[in-house]
C-alpha cells in the first residue's frame, strides 16, 4: 500500500510540474511583444460590446481571444501617434455596442488622433450600419462604405417594459417602497405604464443626447444640424451611393481597398489593435515618467469580489475595488489615482465601504474621479469623494435615492401544486419571506430604513460637493442627469474624457503638464494559475447549475435580494 501511495504521489508531482511548465512556457510567448513593421497601419475594429476595462488574462492571449476594450482603443491610438512605423490608421465599425459617454470619447480620441498629420479612415463594415456607429466613424478624416451597404439613422429610442399584469397572471406579486420622486426602477415591477415624473426626467435626458447626435455628426461632417435632422426624419435609411451623395460619406469602396489611401510608396501592411495592444509604451519613449493608477470600477457594485452574476451582469465587488484603492494609496510609486466609474449603482452597503475606501486614499494621495457612461446612484455615491469629479456631456450622473423591496410567489407555488408551510417567533420573523407581503410594520421599518439612507446619502453629497443641504434635497430625488447639467448644478466639477481626469491628477499630484506619466491599471494582470484554478470553478459551478432545480433557483435569487437596500439607477437608455 505505501508502495502505491508513493507512486501516487510521484505522479500527482509529475503532474503539477508539468502544468508549471506550460504555465511558464505561456507565460514567455504572452510577454513577447508582436513585430511591428515599418510601412504598417493600425487596423481597429470596434463591432459588437466595447467594454471599458478588461483585466489582461494571458490564456486568452495565448489563444488569440484577446477583447478589444475602451482601454486597448484610447492606447493604441496614443502609441500609433508616435510610432514612425505606423503610416496610419483604419478604423473599421459595424454594429458597435456601447453608451453615450464612450461614444463622445471616442470621437475625442480620434480628433486627437488626427492633430499629428497621420491619417485615419473610417470604414462601416457591417451589412447593416447604425446610429452610433456613424457617430464614430464621422469624425475620422474621411468615411467609406461598399456601395450597396445599408446606412441607417432612426435617431434614438428609450424604452420601458412593465411586469406588473404578467407578475399578476403568474401569481406573483412585487412590493416595492422607493425614496425619491424620480427614483422609477422598482416601477416596472409594480405599474402598468410610466410616471410623469419619469417621462419628465427621460424627455430631457433624450432631448439632449438627440441634440448632441445631431451637432456632433454635422459639425465633423461640415453639415447644417437641420440637414442632418432632415436625413435623420425624413430618408434615414441609405445605401452607399446615397450616402455619398447626400455627403455622409466621402467615397463608396471595398475593404480591401482601403490600405491603397495611405500614400506611403508600397502598400502598407496591418496591424491589429488587439496585436499592437501588446507594445509597451515605454518602448516608444512614452508613459515611461510618474505614476497614475487608474482603478476601474465596473459594473452593478456588490459585496465581496469581482464576478460575473446570472442575473446581474457584471458585478463590481466592493472588497475588489477597497484592495485596489488601499495598495494605489500606500504604493510609494503612484502619485496620484484615476478612479474610472462604470456603474449605475447597486448595494447600498457596498457602495458605503468604497465610499470609505476613496475617502481614506485622497487623504493619502489626490484622488480625481472620471465617469464614464454611467456615474449614478451607488455610482455616484462612491464617487463624490473625489477631490475633482470629470464626467463626459452624455455621461448619466446623479440618481441620488433608494428602493427596496421583496416578491410574494406565494400564488405561483399554488399554481404548481408546492406547498410552503412555517412556524415563527418575532413580530417581523417573516420580513425576508417570499411567501407573503409585508405586514404594515414591516413596511414601517422598511421604510424607516431607507428613508435613514436617503438622508444621509443626501448630506454626504452636500458636504463633499459644498452645496447648500436645501439645494441637495432638490436636485436628489433619484433624478438622473446628464454629465453636463450635472456639472452646472454642482453635481461633478466639469465635463471632460479620461485624458482631462490625468491633466487634473497631473496638476494636483504637482506633477509637469509636459511630462508623459506611466498609467498603472487596477485589477492588474491575472496570473495563470489564478486562471486556471477559475476555470475549473466555472466547471463546477456550471454543473451544479444543471442539476439545479430552476425554481428553487428562483426563489433562492428572490430570497437574496428581500428587503435589500439598492442605490441603483432606474433605468438604461439604449440606441436604436
Known amino acids: 500500500m505505501k508502495t502505491f501511495f508513493k507512486w501516487l504521489a510521484g505522479v500527482f508531482a509529475v503532474f503539477i510540474l508539468l502544468i508549471a511548465g506550460i504555465f511558464i512556457l505561456i507565460s514567455i510567448i504572452t510577454d513577447t511583444e508582436p513585430v511591428v513593421n515599418d510601412n504598417s497601419y493600425l487596423h481597429i475594429r470596434l463591432a459588437g460590446t466595447l467594454n471599458e476595462y478588461i483585466p489582461p488574462d494571458p490564456l486568452e492571449e495565448f489563444f488569440g481571444e484577446a477583447q478589444l476594450d475602451l482601454k486597448k482603443v484610447r492606447e493604441v491610438l496614443e502609441k500609433a501617434q508616435v510610432d514612425e512605423r505606423i503610416v496610419g490608421v483604419v478604423l473599421e465599425v459595424g454594429y458597435l455596442q456601447c453608451g453615450f459617454a464612450k461614444m463622445k470619447e471616442l470621437t475625442d480620441l480620434i480628433m486627437h488622433f488626427r492633430q499629428n498629420g497621420k ?97 456632433t455628426i454635422a459639425g465633423q461632417r461640415g453639415l447644417s444640424a437641420a440637414k442632418v435632422e432632415q436625413f435623420i426624419n425624413e430618408q434615414t435609411g441609405f445605401t452607399g451611393k446615397q450616402a455619398k451623395e447626400a455627403g455622409l460619406l466621402d467615397s463608396t469602396l471595398f475593404f480591401n481597398d482601403l490600405p491603397s489611401l495611405f500614400k506611403s510608396g508600397e502598400e502598407p501592411s496591418a496591424i491589429s489593435a488587439v496585436d499592437y495592444a501588446q507594445i509597451s509604451p515605454t518602448s516608444l519613449k512614452i508613459r515611461n515618467k510618474s505614476r497614475i493608477a487608474v482603478i476601474h470600477c465596473s459594473g452593478t457594485i456588490s459585496g465581496g469580489y469581482d464576478s460575473e452574476d446570472y442575473f446581474l451582469g457584471t458585478l463590481a465587488g466592493a472588497r475588489s475595488l477597497v484592495s485596489n484603492l488601499q495598495k494605489a494609496a500606500r504604493s510609494k510609486l503612484v502619485k496620484a489615482i484615476i478612479f474610472r466609474i462604470d456603474s449605475p449603482g447597486g448595494s447600498a452597503a457596498a457602495s458605503e465601504v468604497i465610499w470609505d475606501a476613496v475617502r481614506k486614499a485622497r487623504r493619502k494621495k489626490p484622488l480625481i474621479v472620471s465617469i464614464s457612461d454611467y456615474g449614478a446612484s451607488g455610482g455616484y455615491y462612491i464617487a463624490m469623494e473625489g477631490d475633482s469629479i470629470i464626467a463626459e456631456p452624455t455621461s448619466l450622473v ?154 428553487w433557483k428562483l426563489a433562492e435569487y428572490l430570497q437574496r435580494i428581500q428587503n435589500k437596500p439598492l442605490a441603483l439607477m432606474p433605468f438604461r437608455l439604449e440606441w436604436k
Open 119 to 215: 491619417k485615419i479612415y473610417a470604414y462601416l463594415g457591417g451589412d447593416i450600419n447604425m446610429t452610433r456607429d456613424y457617430y464614430v466613424a464621422s469624425a475620422c478624416d474621411s468615411v467609406f462604405m461598399a456601395p450597396q451597404s445599408n446606412l441607417i439613422l432612426p435617431g434614438i429610442l428609450s424604452e420601458v417594459t412593465y411586469y406588473k399584469n404578467f407578475f399578476k397572471k403568474i401569481g406573483v406579486q412585487a412590493e416595492f417602497i422607493h425614496i425619491g420622486k424620480y427614483k422609477s426602477a422598482p416601477d416596472v415591477y409594480t405599474r402598468e405604464s410610466m410616471r410623469p415624473e419619469h417621462k419628465e426626467e427621460l424627455n430631457e435626458l433624450l432631448d439632449e443626447i438627440y441634440a448632441d447626435i445631431i451637432n
Open 398 to 551: 446623479g440618481s441620488i435615492g433608494i428602493f427596496a423591496g421583496k416578491f410574494n410567489i406565494k400564488e405561483l407555488y399554488a399554481k404548481l401544486n408546492l406547498n410552503n408551510e412555517s412556524l415563527s417567533r418575532g413580530k417581523n420573523a417573516r420580513l425576508f419571506s417570499i411567501m407573503q407581503p409585508w405586514t404594515p410594520s414591516e413596511k414601517l421599518l422598511v421604510h424607516r430604513m431607507l428613508r435613514s439612507f436617503y438622508d444621509d446619502f443626501v448630506q454626504k453629497v452636500a458636504a463633499a460637493r459644498h452645496l447648500p443641504l436645501k439645494k441637495t434635497y432638490e436636485i436628489a430625488e433619484g433624478r438622473v442627469w446628464s454629465g453636463q447639467r450635472a456639472a452646472k448644478i454642482g453635481l461633478i466639477d466639469s465635463p471632460g474624457h479620461f485624458y482631462d481626469a490625468v491633466k487634473a491628477a497631473k496638476k494636483l499630484a504637482r506633477i509637469p503638464e509636459e511630462e508623459s506619466v506611466r498609467l498603472v491599471y487596477y485589477p492588474r494582470k491575472k496570473s495563470l494559475l489564478t486562471d486556471f484554478l477559475s476555470a475549473i470553478k466555472t466547471r463546477v459551478e456550471i454543473m451544479r447549475e444543471l442539476k439545479t432545480n430552476h425554481m
